[in-house]
């Protein structure tokens, strides 16, 4: 390190020395932030999960029926996936802390192509709705057409959460990417491991709200019929 | 003469030789402050301003100087810019930062350099937000709450205000984290929660609102941004949406958010009532531990803002049941800062001015909220100037009022001088009865139906609004009258020591006035509470290494 940071000494009235915890270096208070900071996401889509609910109480039977349409054979290869890059991220962690500099950068490379393969399979997911003429602003979704309301809103909604998890996937993999940077500049190692084990629990965060969109959204309706396609 | 924080800085990125640019990058927590404060500031004054226009206006009934439609968005940008930029963020953000981490013993927040990052985001979404004035088809016209579904249907540049509350709730979240990883990392040794400034204790149950409360209007702003350009249907009666679950997730956040206002506000009441009073705090853990609960019951009385919305009717009832509950806390912290001052030293300087000021004011706000949390009387006076004057008495008369309480409390602190206290007291007197006279006749005119936010109004209520309009030329005259007392105070006011008001918090023990850089040379081993007095004078000494010497 540049400069080794030294806390600071306060001394009581018996002469005894206590540590002070300076803001420099704090590794619990580094995790106690990202902690936090999780938080807020839980809570951001805990709302839109409020709404779904709601929405899926007023309209049960339209909700199934859409649900049932989902591609559930994506779906489901995307969550093994997550799942998979979930353990690629934390098995990385370990062997950074382990000391294995280049067993943790293989990890984070296979959890990177990983995050880039749920993607390429949601965009074909995507593509394929379209050209059912199932999008925002398109075919079925538009103001005139005929399609239920509830679909409507279960297609509105499932854009719009299932995009905003793929934002964060996109954030994720920028996030990564910058890690290994920090990593090769030996600013990420076995002994100030900080922000590789923040972006682990965000990935664990990410894969898990994902663990909650997908019963939501494929499973509920799996039982009415359909395998997959529209 | 040492080097004060005004001297020397750490920066964000690199160490820049100009001071403009050392001001740019400062990730000194006091400077940081300083900075929110200035911007803040003037972002008030245009949201007095536009209030003002307004009262220019209700004058006279029947149109004068603007038309309805800028009326609707002189409301809205008023709101906007006193809740989202102002009052929202302010206490927090000013105070919090500059006394905060001074008071625990601190060197700095937790992450310094997501301080700095989080005052640029303010500041974009200050831009953004204001921008919509030039940009698009004029400002937004829906009021502060952006209410579905005329939200959804107006023409004007509704995006960038839902954009810029969303940004500034980032903000707000990232100020909220930064200040509870501070507080609980960052205490200097000895110092349990227990024995934490009270001050402290209010950022503290603040930033939990912060961090638990503003995700949830930030995704309802994103949901409402996706509603109003992608047609997803969540808000949308014509697409089987329902518009009062928009009122639902909005105030899931925004009623929380008031008491994310008022709490740190009460704990700068709890620094001052004890310091003036010379008197230890009356009941320091109820007054703690009510911060807390006003915060947690704070998040379960949203539904009392949807009486006239549809609303079930068992729901109503226990809203309105749980509104009452948080008058417990709120009384309890009342009755603690009253019997402080019993048999007290009372020392009327112009901060325990304000203070007192705000125990009526607030009082009056406080009260009438009670009413109208009641289901039978809420729905005669709902959107009337009742309940514009109960807000405005409880957050002007509340919140801003102990914000200037704060201001000159702790500006002896902050610049190393004193402001000229007869000149101060004057203006408290101005501001105090320029207030009272420009929103108590609100409660009258509400009371007999005057409506809210309407531009025009029947003859007979032209009386409360001429009254109002004399109100508010008194307040205005006296925020200048407050302002230049304090510029002209920290251009030339006397050079006062490090302890000007003999207090006994720790942001009152540095070794230099202004203070350093780096805060306390030496961190104190904190095993006394907070407010010691003993007849009248402070129990706790230091010497200048921060070892006790009583």
Redesign the interface.
């Known amino acids: 390190m540049a400069h080794a940071y030294v806390p600071?000494i306060?001394?009581?009235?018996e002469g005894n020395e206590?540590?002070?915890?300076?803001?420099q270096d704090?590794f619990?208070?580094g995790k106690?932030?990202f902690w936090?900071?999780m938080?807020?996401?839980v809570?951001?889509?805990?709302?839109?999960f409020?709404?779904l609910a709601?929405?899926n109480t007023?309209?049960p039977q339209e909700f199934l029926e859409a649900s049932a349409s989902l591609n559930r054979l994506l779906g489901g290869t995307n969550t093994v996936i997550l799942l998979v890059s979930a353990l690629t991220m934390g098995l990385g962690l370990l062997k950074m802390r382990a000391g294995d500099v280049k067993g943790a950068k293989l990890m984070i490379w296979a959890t990177i192509l990983l995050a880039v393969i749920f993607l390429v399979i949601k965009g074909f997911e995507w593509t394929a709705e379209y050209d059912h003429g199932i999008f925002?602003?398109h075919g079925q979704?538009?103001?005139e057409s005929t399609m239920?309301?509830?679909k409507?809103?279960f297609f509105?909604?499932y854009?719009?959460m299932t995009g905003?998890h793929g934002f964060h996937i996109i954030i994720g993999i920028g996030l990564m990417l910058w890690l290994l940077k920090r990593i090769n500049a030996n600013k990420v190692n076995p002994h100030h491991y900080i922000l590789y084990f923040n972006i682990a629990l965000y990935w664990d965060i990410v894969h898990l709200i994902w663990v909650f969109v997908f019963p939501y959204y494929y499973m509920i309706g799996a039982a009415t019929g359909g395998t997959s396609g529209h | 003469m040492s080097k004060t924080y005004f001297d020397e800085t750490h920066c964000a990125i690199g160490h820049p030789k100009s001071t403009f640019m050392q001001w740019m990058l400062t990730i000194d927590h006091k400077r940081i402050g300083i900075m929110y404060a200035a911007v803040m500031f003037t972002f008030f004054f245009v949201a007095v301003a536009t209030a003002f226009l307004m009262r220019l206006e209700l004058f006279a009934p029947g149109q004068q100087y603007i038309d309805g439609n800028t009326f609707n968005q002189a409301f809205t940008l008023h709101g906007v810019i006193m809740i989202f930029l102002f009052i929202v963020p302010g206490i927090p953000a000013i105070f919090g930062n500059i006394v905060m981490p001074l008071m625990i013993g601190a060197k700095d927040v937790s992450f310094p350099r997501l301080n700095w990052f989080t005052f640029w985001l303010y500041i974009l979404g200050c831009i953004i937000a204001v921008s919509s004035l030039w940009v698009g088809n004029g400002f937004a016209d829906t009021g502060w709450t952006f209410y579905a579904p005329y939200s959804i249907n107006t023409n004007t540049n509704v995006i960038f205000t839902l954009v810029a509350a969303f940004i500034l709730g980032m903000a707000s979240i990232l100020t909220g984290l930064n200040f509870l990883v501070t507080i609980h990392r960052l205490r200097a040794p000895g110092m349990t929660f227990f024995k934490m400034p009270l001050f402290v204790w209010g950022i503290y149950a603040t930033a939990w609102i912060q961090l638990l409360a503003t995700p949830v209007v930030g995704i309802t702003l994103v949901l409402a941004i996706m509603e109003k350009y992608f047609g997803i249907g969540i808000f949308d009666p014509a697409k089987g949406g329902d518009p009062v679950l928009f009122e639902h997730l909005f105030w899931i956040y925004s009623h929380p958010a008031v008491y994310l206002m008022i709490l740190p506000a009460f704990g700068i009441m709890s620094e001052i009532i004890p310091v003036f009073s010379r008197r230890e705090i009356f009941g320091y853990r109820t007054i703690a531990l009510s911060s807390a609960s006003i915060a947690g019951i704070g998040y379960l009385v949203w539904g009392h803002h949807l009486y006239t919305s549809g609303m079930a009717d068992i729901a109503k009832t226990v809203f309105s049941f749980l509104t009452f509950f948080v008058a417990i806390p709120t009384g309890i912290k009342f009755y603690d800062w009253i019997a402080t001052m019993y048999k007290g030293k009372i020392v009327l300087a112009t901060p325990m001015l304000w203070a007192l000021g705000t125990i009526i004011t607030f009082a009056i706000g406080g009260l009438t909220g009670v009413t109208i949390a009641m289901i039978g009387v809420d729905i005669h006076l709902q959107d009337t100037y009742y309940t514009v004057a109960h807000f405005h008495y409880a957050m002007l008369g509340g919140v801003v009022f102990l914000l200037f309480a704060g201001m000159h409390y702790w500006f002896p602190l902050v610049t190393g001088r004193m402001y000229n206290e007869s000149h101060a007291k004057v203006a408290f007197y101005l501001n105090f009865i320029g207030f009272n006279l420009l929103w108590f006749p609100m409660f009258i005119a509400g009371y007999l139906g005057m409506p809210r936010r309407y531009f025009d109004y029947l003859p007979e209520f032209q009386i409360y609004h001429q009254a109002s309009f004399v109100g508010a030329v008194i307040f205005i005259t006296g925020l200048i009258y407050m302002f230049y007392v304090l510029i002209q105070g920290w251009r030339k006011g006397p050079k006062v020591g490090v302890n000007p008001w003999r207090a006994t918090t720790l942001e009152w023990h540095l070794p230099s006035s202004p203070p350093p850089l780096e805060n306390h040379s030496k961190v104190p081993y904190v095993d006394f509470d907070p407010y010691e007095y003993h007849h009248g004078e402070p129990v706790v000494k230091f010497d200048e290494n921060m070892r006790r010497i009583d």
Not at chain 1, 10 to 13: I, K, L, M, N, S
Not at chain 1, 18 to 23: A, D, E, K, N
């Open positions: 600071e306060a001394v009581d009235r206590h540590v002070v915890q300076g803001w704090d619990y208070g106690l932030g936090l900071f938080l807020t996401e809570m951001m889509f805990g709302g839109m409020l709404a709601y929405y007023l309209h925002l602003m979704m538009l103001p239920a309301f509830g409507k809103l509105g909604m854009f719009t905003l």
